[in-house]
C-alpha cells in the first residue's frame, strides 16, 4: 500500500530493504565511511557497551537489518514472563467480570475496565485474583461520590445493601465518607475528589493491605488478611447509583507505580524495551546531521531538524519504522514511549517550535507506516491525551492542561490527522468536548487559589435585577481595601484561565478550517456532519441522560465555538465587504423551511413539519418558489410509522457495550464515563434535511424548485455554500430578505447548532451554576461539577452567622471565658468557610460568568431577536421556525439578568436599552400570536412577559415599543379568560397595577413580616412598579366598544367564582384532615393548589379593582346594558368572600392559625384589603348617582351584613350613629394594625364607607316592604321577579337571566331557547288588556 505524507512523496514500498545489493547503490547514498559513522551514531544507543571505532563491525544497509534484529532481540525470560506468574491467577488480560463476577445492575464500558452504577449499590469485581505476593491496581475516580473499592474473596456474597466491605474477608476505602470497610467501620485516609487516582495495594506475604490517594500513602488499613488454601483476593469495587470508575490493572502505565508492587496484569515488557530502543534511534535522527560535503557529523539540536529528502536519512527512518509501527498500535507502548516523547517535545520549546517538530514526526509517521497502522496511532495517541487532559490535577499555573492542549493543537495543525481524527475518531470514538473544558478544582490548596487569592471578600445579596435589593451601604475603607485586593487576585487567576481558553478557541479554529480541500473536503465540512450528529445525539436523548454530554461540557464548548465562529465571520467580513459583521448575525428564515438543516424531532412554532409542510405548500411555492415532492411527504409519514425498525446493516455496525446483567441487553454507556470512548445505540430519523437538485441555469421568479431529501452525511460543499445557480443554505429566499450574502453559509449552521445547543443545556447549567455548588466538605457530591448546593445563599448564611458570632463576641463579658472560648472557635470555622467559599467563587466567576462569557450570552440573545424578526416578516412562513429561538431569546435575557450578578450588570451591555425593546417588541406580538401554536412555547411566552413587566428597566422597554404594538398587547390581555392560560395573563394586568390599589405597595406580605421577616416564601418580591401608560391603554379598550368589557369581566368573575369556590373546598378538607384523631398529614401538594386558588383569588380581585378604578363606569353607568348585571354579580361575589373571611371563628380562621407549610401567603390582609379597594372606589371615590346605585345594589343582596365591613377595623358589631369608632381590639384583625402598608387617607376611606353603609342599612331597613314568596325570583330568592322569558313563559329576576344569557341562551327550567327578555310588569299588564278585550 502507497502511504503519501502531507509534504512528501515518497512511497513506503520504495525503502522496504533486503539483502539485494543494489538496493544499497541508490544514488544520493553518502560514501562508505561516512555512512558507517552515520549509523553507528544512530545506532548506539542499542549496544550495551561502547566499543572502539577500529573494533566495530562496519555497518551499511545491507547487514543494518540483521544488525538491527540483534540488537532488539529480548531475552526469553522476558517473553516468558508475559504469562502465568506465581501468586496470580486467571487471564493475563484483566479486566472487569461482566460475565458472573458482579451483584446489581451496572453498565461495563467497551473495553471492561469503566463501570457505572445502574442501580442501587452495585458490585463487581474483576476476572483476576492473587493469592501470594504484593500486587497493585489503580482506580481512577470520575464521580465522587459514595464508593468502597478493595478486595474481596469469591465467597464474599453480596446485595443491594451490602457490598464489598460490609462481609468477611472484603476489604474496602470509602473516600466518600472517609472511611475503611470490613463488616465494622472506622476512619482512614482522607477524602477523593473526581480525577483522583486511587491506588489498592496488598501485600500477601505479611498479610497487610494499604491504600494511596494520588500517588500518596493513606497507611495501612488493614493487617492480618486471612492467607492459606482456597484464599485469594479479586480487586473490587460497590458504586452507588450514577457513579463511576475506570480500572487501570495494567493495560496502561500506572500513574503512580509503588516500588516492590507489581500491576495485576504485567506490561509488554519486550515490546516496551524495543519501543524505547527504537525511539532512541529516532531522537538520535533527529539530533545528527549528515555533512556530505565535508564528509562529518554535525550534533544540532533536535527542534531545529527539518526533513530534507536525503536518501540516507529516509532509508535509515524505514529500517527504524519498519520496526516501530507494529509497536506504536499498542495503547500501552502509545502512551509510555509516544506520549511521553510527544509531551517532552511540547515542554522543551517555544510552541512554534513544538508545533513545527509534532507536524514533522506525523509526517514521517503518515510515510513510513501503513495508514492502519497511523490511524490505530494517532486514535490511541488522543484517548490518551484526552484522558490525561479531564483527569490531571489543576495545578496553580494550569500547566498540564497548557501541555496537553499544545500537544493537542500541534497535532490538529496536521492536515492529513486532522481530517482523519475528524472523520472517525473525535466525535465518533472520543468525547472530544472534553477538550474545552476547564474543571472546577475541588481543592483549593492544589489549584494555589490561596496564593493567588490572598484576601478573601464576598458580595452583599443581589437582587434579580443584578443590583442589590437595598441601597448599598457606604463601605468601611478595610471593607473597600478587600474587594480591591479580592478583585486583583480574581483577575490574576482570569488571566491564567485565559491561557487554557484561548488554545482551546485554537483547537476549534483548526476544526473550522475550510481552506484545507486540497485532495478532499475541507475540515469545516466533516466537522459540521459530525457537529450535528453530536446534537442529535443531545436533542434526541434528553430523556436518557446516560447518553448526554455533561451540561457543563457544554457551556464551556459553546464559549469557545463562539469565539472561533465570530473570528471567522469578521475574517469573510474583511475579505467581502458586501457581508455583515458577527455584531449583525442572524439566521436566514429560509433555513428553517428549505429542509438543508436537520432539525430532528424538535418541536417548530406551528406544530410538526409533516403538517406544516402539507398546509403550507401554497406558501412555500408562492414565497419561496419551493415545491415539496408529493413522494417526500409520504416518505415522512412512511418514517414515523417505521421509527421502531432498524436495518441489519446499522445494527451490525453500532458498537455495543457489555452489560453486567447476566449479559441479557446491552444498554448505551454514558459519555461522561472515565473510558472516553462512546458506542452509539439510538438510531436517529430524519425527514427534514431537503436538497436541491442543482439547476443549471439561474431560476426566474415563476419557478419551482423541487427538492428532495438527503442525510447529513450525503451533504457535500456544494449543498452546504451553493455554487454559481445554488444558493445551497439559502435556497428559497422569501422576498422580504436581501439578497447580499451574510456570511459563508457553513457558518450559519454553525451558529444554527450553538444556539441549538444554549437551548439543550447550557442555560439549565447556568442556572444550575448560579444557584449551586460542589459540596466539598463532609460527603462530596455525585457528580464532579455538577451537584451543588447553593452558593450564594451559602455565602449570605455564613456572613451573617459571622456577623452574628462578632457581635456576640463584642457582648459577651470577660469572665465568661468558656463561651468566649466556643464563640471564638465558631467565629474561626465561619471565616474559614467563607474564605474557601469565596476563592471558589472567584473560580466560577472566571470560568463561568466573566464578562466575555456573559457578551457571548448577550450576541446570542441578539442573534436570536433578530431572527425572529426576520422570520416574523414572512407571514405564515414564520411557523417553520424551531421552537428554541423564541426559548434562547427569552432565556439568554434570564441569565443576563438573574445568573451573572452582583459583579457584572446587564445595564453595562452595549446597546442594552435597545435589546430591551427589542425583546419586548417580540414578546408583546407573538404572547398571542396564533401562528405559535405549541402549549408550552406560548406558556414560556406569557411567562415571560409577566417577568418583564415586573422590573422598572423592562416595564418601560414595553412602553417603548410602538403603540400599535403595545395597545395590540393590551388588546390581547383583555380578550376573555375562556379556553386560554388565563393565570399568567391575569398576573400581567396585576404587575401592572401593583402600586396602585389600595394597601398594595408591599414588597412582601405584611403578615408574614410580623413572623418570619426573613423567609417570607412570596411569589413576587419585586418592588411595585405601575405602567400608567399600560393602564391607559386598558381603560380607553374597555371603553372602546360594547362587548370588550362585558365579555373580559365576565370572564374574570366566573373565574373568580371558581377560584374562591375551590379554595374554600380545599381548606374544609385541609380542617377535617386536621381534626382527626389518628396522625394524618396533609399532602403538600394539596396546600401548594390550595396556595394557589387563593392567590389567584386575590389577584382576580386586584384586576376588578383596577377595571373600576380605570373605568368605573363600565359597573356604575346603566345606561349600558350590562353595567347592572355586572354590578350585581361583583356584589354578590364581594359579599361572599367577606362572609367567608370574616365570620367569628370560622373555617378560614381555623386553617390560618394552624400555620402550615406552604399555606403562608393565605391570611386576612391580602384578600381582605383587595376587597376593601374594590368597595372603597364603588362607594366613596365614585360620583354620588354612582354611589347610591352600588349601595343599593349591596344592600339588596341577601349575602350582605355589616357586620363584615365593620370586621375590617376589628369591630365586632356596627357602631351607634353618630358615636366615634372605638379603638380595635389586638387580638382581633385591623386594617388600623397596618399603618405601615395603609396610609391615613385610606383608613379614612374606610371609615367614611363603614360610615354610609351603616347609615344607609337602618335606612333600607325602616323602608323596607314585606314580599310574598311566589313574587321571589325562583333562582336567586333574593329579588323579587322582574323579567319573563319568551317564548316560553318562564320568569326570574333580571340579574340571575342576564347572568345566565352572558353563557347560555336556554332556559333555566325547560331548556327552550330564549329568543327575547321582556319586562315582567310590561308582560302582565298586555295579558290582562287582552282579557279585557
Known amino acids: ?138 482506580v481512577l475516580i470520575s464521580s465522587q461520590g459514595l464508593m468502597q473499592i478493595g478486595w474481596c474473596t469469591i465467597n464474599c456474597r453480596f446485595n443491594q445493601e451490602e457490598g464489598v466491605g460490609d462481609t468477611h474477608n472484603s476489604y474496602a476505602y470509602d473516600g466518600n465518607r472517609v472511611r475503611k470497610w470490613n463488616v465494622t467501620t472506622t476512619n482512614y485516609g482522607k477524602a477523593w475528589a473526581a480525577g483522583d487516582i486511587v491506588s489498592c495495594l496488598i501485600d500477601l506475604d505479611d498479610g497487610t493491605l494499604s491504600f494511596c490517594l494520588n500517588g500518596v500513602s493513606l497507611g495501612t488499613a488493614f493487617e492480618n488478611l486471612s492467607r492459606g488454601l482456597g484464599m485469594a483476593y479479586f480487586p473490587a469495587i460497590s458504586l452507588s447509583f450514577k457513579e463511576s470508575v475506570a480500572f487501570n490493572f495494567g493495560s496502561r502505565p500506572l500513574r503512580y507505580p509503588v516500588a516492590g508492587y507489581r500491576p495485576l496484569q504485567d506490561p509488554p515488557r519486550a515490546d516496551l524495551v524495543r519501543a524505547q530502543k527504537l525511539l532512541g534511534c529516532f531522537r538520535a535522527v533527529l539530533s545528527v546531521e549528515l555533512d556530505p560535503v565535508e564528509g562529518r557529523l554535525v550534533e544540532k539540536d533536535s527542534s531545529e531538524w527539518q526533513l530534507q529528502g536525503q536518501p540516507t536519512v529516509l532509508l535509515t527512518l524505514a529500517h527504524i519504522f519498519h520496526r516501530f509501527a507494529p509497536l506504536l498500535r499498542k495503547v500501552y507502548l502509545v502512551e509510555a514511549v509516544l506520549m511521553s516523547f510527544l509531551r517532552g517535545v511540547v515542554e522543551a520549546g517555544t510552541p512554534a517550535q513544538a508545533q513545527s517538530m509534532v507536524r514533522q514526526i506525523l509526517d514521517l509517521l503518515w510515510l513510513f507506516m501503513e495508514d492502519y497502522e497511523v490511524q490505530d496511532c494517532l486514535k490511541q495517541l488522543m484517548m490518551s491525551l484526552l484522558r490525561l487532559y479531564r483527569f490531571s490535577p489543576i495545578v496553580p499555573d494550569l500547566s498540564l492542561q497548557i501541555h496537553y492542549l499544545r500537544l493537542t493543537i500541534a497535532i490538529l495543525r496536521h492536515e492529513k490527522s486532522r481530517k482523519f481524527l475528524l472523520s472517525n475518531v473525535l466525535f465518533d470514538v472520543l468525547r472530544s468536548v472534553v477538550f474545552f473544558y476547564i474543571k472546577s478544582p475541588l481543592r483549593v490548596e492544589e489549584a494555589g487559589l490561596q496564593e493567588l487569592i490572598p484576601t478573601t471578600w464576598w458580595p452583599h445579596r443581589s437582587s434579580r435585577e443584578g443590583k442589590d435589593s437595598k441601597d448599598v451601604k457606604d463601605e468601611t475603607a478595610e471593607e473597600h481595601r478587600r474587594r480591591r485586593a479580592y478583585e486583583r487576585g480574581c483577575q490574576r487567576l482570569k488571566k491564567r484561565i485565559e491561557v487554557v481558553e484561548e488554545l482551546q478557541v485554537q483547537i476549534l479554529k483548526l476544526l473550522l478550517n475550510n481552506k484545507d480541500d486540497n485532495g478532499g473536503e475541507a475540515s469545516r465540512y466533516i466537522f459540521l456532519t459530525k457537529f450535528r450528529k453530536f446534537l442529535q445525539e443531545n436533542a434526541s436523548g434528553r430523556g436518557n441522560m446516560p447518553m448526554l454530554c455533561p451540561p457543563e461540557y457544554m457551556v464551556c464548548f459553546l464559549h469557545r465555538l463562539i469565539s472561533a465562529l465570530r473570528y471567522y465571520w469578521d475574517e469573510y467580513k474583511a475579505s467581502n465587504p458586501r457581508a455583515s459583521f458577527s455584531e449583525e448575525a442572524y439566521i436566514p428564515p429560509q433555513v428553517f423551511y428549505n429542509g438543508k438543516v436537520d432539525y430532528f424531532d424538535l418541536q417548530r412554532l406551528g406544530g410538526l413539519l409533516s403538517h406544516l409542510r402539507k398546509t403550507l405548500k401554497d406558501d412555500l411555492a408562492s414565497k419561496a418558489n419551493i415545491l415539496i415532492d408529493p413522494l417526500e411527504l409520504q416518505a415522512a409519514t412512511m418514517d414515523d410509522l417505521d421509527e421502531d425498525e432498524e436495518p441489519a446493516p446499522a445494527a451490525a455496525q453500532r458498537p455495543m457495550q457489555a452489560l453486567a446483567m447476566g449479559g441479557v441487553l446491552p444498554l448505551p454507556r454514558p459519555s461522561w464515563l472515565s473510558s472516553p470512548t462512546l458506542g452509539r445505540a439510538n438510531r436517529f430519523l430524519s425527514t427534514a434535511a431537503v436538497s436541491l437538485m442543482t439547476p443549471r441555469r439561474p431560476l426566474t421568479t415563476s419557478e419551482k424548485v423541487k427538492v428532495r431529501t438527503l442525510s447529513a452525511e450525503q451533504r457535500t460543499r456544494e449543498d452546504i455554500e451553493g455554487s454559481h445557480w445554488n ?78 458570632t462578632e457581635d456576640k463576641l463584642r457582648r459577651c463579658p470577660k469572665r465568661r471565658k468558656d463561651i468566649l472560648a466556643e464563640l471564638t472557635k465558631s467565629q474561626k470555622v465561619f471565616s474559614e468557610k467563607l474564605d474557601h467559599l469565596s476563592r471558589r467563587l472567584a473560580w466560577v466567576h472566571a470560568t463561568v460568568y466573566s464578562q466575555e462569557k456573559m457578551l457571548d450570552i448577550y450576541w446570542l440573545l441578539r442573534v436570536c431577536l433578530r431572527t425572529v424578526e426576520h422570520g416574523d416578516r414572512t407571514g405564515s412562513l414564520f411557523a417553520f421556525m424551531p421552537e428554541f429561538y423564541l ?305 343599593s345594589v349591596l344592600l339588596a343582596d341577601p349575602c350582605f351584613q355589616l357586620r363584615s365591613i365593620c370586621y375590617l377595623l376589628g369591630q365586632p358589631e356596627p357602631p351607634a350613629p353618630g358615636t366615634v369608632l372605638p379603638a380595635p381590639d389586638r387580638k382581633r384583625f385591623s386594617l388600623q394594625s397596618y399603618t405601615d402598608y395603609i396610609s391615613v387617607e385610606e383608613l379614612a376611606q374606610v371609615e367614611q364607607m363603614l360610615a354610609h353603609l351603616t347609615s344607609a342599612s337602618a335606612q333600607a331597613a325602616a323602608a323596607s316592604l314585606p314580599t310574598s314568596e311566589e313574587d321571589l325570583c325562583p333562582i336567586c330568592y333574593a329579588h323579587p321577579i322582574s323579567a319573563v322569558f319568551q317564548p316560553c313563559g318562564h320568569k326570574s329576576c333580571k340579574a340571575c337571566i342576564n347572568q345566565h344569557l352572558m353563557n347560555n341562551k336556554d332556559c333555566f327550567f325547560c331548556k327552550a331557547t330564549i329568543v327575547s327578555v321582556e319586562d315582567w310588569e310590561k308582560a302582565a299588564s298586555t295579558s290582562t288588556t287582552s282579557s279585557a278585550a
Open 1 to 138: 500500500m502507497a502511504s503519501k505524507g502531507s509534504s512528501m512523496s515518497f512511497s513506503r514500498k520504495s525503502y522496504r530493504l533486503t539483502s539485494d545489493a543494489e538496493k544499497s547503490r541508490v544514488t544520493g547514498i553518502v560514501q562508505e565511511k561516512l555512512l558507517n559513522d552515520y549509523l553507528h551514531r544512530i545506532f548506539s544507543s542499542l549496544e550495551h557497551a561502547p566499543t572502539a571505532a577500529t573494533s566495530r563491525k562496519p555497518l551499511n544497509f545491507q547487514n543494518l537489518p540483521e544488525h538491527l534484529d540483534q540488537l532488539l532481540h529480548v531475552d526469553n525470560e522476558d517473553e516468558e514472563s508475559q504469562g502465568q506468574v506465581e501468586g496470580r491467577l486467571g487471564p493475563s488480560t484483566v479486566v472487569l467480570d461482566h460475565t458472573g463476577g458482579f451483584e446489581g445492575l451496572l453498565l461495563v464500558d467497551d473495553d471492561l475496565l469503566g463501570v457505572i452504577g445502574h442501580s442501587n449499590f452495585g458490585t463487581i469485581r474483576s476476572t483476576t485474583c492473587v493469592y501470594k505476593g504484593k500486587w497493585v491496581y489503580e
Open 727 to 804: 444558493e445551497g443554505l439559502l435556497l428559497g429566499r422569501p422576498p422580504e430578505e436581501p439578497e447580499q450574502p451574510l456570511t459563508e453559509n457553513s457558518l450559519l449552521e454553525v451558529l444554527d447548532g450553538a444556539v441549538m445547543m444554549y437551548n439543550l443545556s447550557v442555560h439549565q447549567q447556568l442556572g444550575k451554576v448560579s444557584h449551586w455548588w460542589p459540596m466539598s466538605m463532609s460527603c462530596g457530591p455525585t457528580r464532579s461539577d455538577a451537584c451543588m448546593v447553593g452558593v450564594s445563599d451559602d455565602v449570605n448564611e455564613y456572613a451573617v452567622a459571622l456577623r452574628d
Open 887 to 1191: 426559548s434562547v431569546a427569552i432565556n439568554s435575557y434570564s441569565a443576563l439578568k438573574n445568573y451573572f450578578g452582583p459583579v457584572h450588570s446587564m445595564e453595562e451591555l452595549p446597546g442594552y436599552e435597545e435589546t430591551l425593546t427589542r425583546l419586548a417588541a417580540i414578546l408583546a406580538k407573538h404572547f398571542a400570536d396564533t401562528r405559535i401554536v405549541g402549549t408550552d412555547i406560548r406558556d414560556s411566552l406569557m411567562q415571560a412577559l409577566a417577568s418583564y413587566v415586573c422590573y422598572p428597566h423592562s416595564l418601560r422597554a414595553v412602553e417603548r415599543i410602538p403603540e400599535e404594538q403595545r395597545i395590540a398587547m393590551v388588546r390581547s390581555l383583555l380578550a376573555p379568560y375562556e379556553q386560554r392560560p388565563w393565570a399568567q395573563t391575569n398576573w400581567i394586568l396585576v404587575r401592572l397595577w401593583r402600586g396602585c390599589g389600595f394597601g398594595y405597595r408591599y414588597t412582601r406580605l405584611p403578615h408574614l413580616l410580623k413572623t418570619k421577616p426573613e423567609d417570607a416564601n412570596l411569589p413576587s418580591l419585586q418592588k411595585p412598579c405601575p405602567s400608567t401608560l399600560l393602564q391607559q391603554h386598558m381603560a380607553d379598550l374597555l371603553r372602546e366598544g360594547p362587548d370588550v368589557a362585558p365579555s373580559f369581566l365576565n370572564s374574570v368573575l366566573n373565574q373568580l367564582n371558581w377560584a374562591f369556590s375551590e379554595f374554600i373546598g380545599m381548606i374544609q378538607e385541609i380542617q377535617q384532615a386536621a381534626e382527626r384523631l389518628e396522625r394524618n398529614f396533609v399532602d403538600s401538594r394539596q396546600l401548594k393548589v390550595c396556595a394557589t386558588c387563593f392567590d389567584l383569588s386575590v389577584s382576580l380581585l386586584r384586576v376588578l379593582e383596577m377595571t373600576i378604578t380605570l373605568v368605573p363606569e363600565i359597573f356604575l353607568d346603566w345606561t349600558r346594558p350590562t353595567s347592572e348585571m355586572l354590578l350585581r354579580r361583583l356584589a354578590q361575589l364581594l359579599n361572599q368572600v367577606l362572609n367567608r373571611v370574616t365570620a367569628e371563628r370560622n373555617l378560614f380562621d381555623r386553617v390560618v392559625t394552624l400555620r402550615l407549610p406552604g399555606l403562608e401567603s393565605v391570611d386576612h390582609y391580602p384578600i381582605l384589603v383587595a376587597v376593601t379597594g374594590i368597595l372603597v372606589r364603588l362607594l366613596v371615590h365614585g360620583p354620588a348617582s354612582g354611589t347610591e346605585r352600588a349601595t
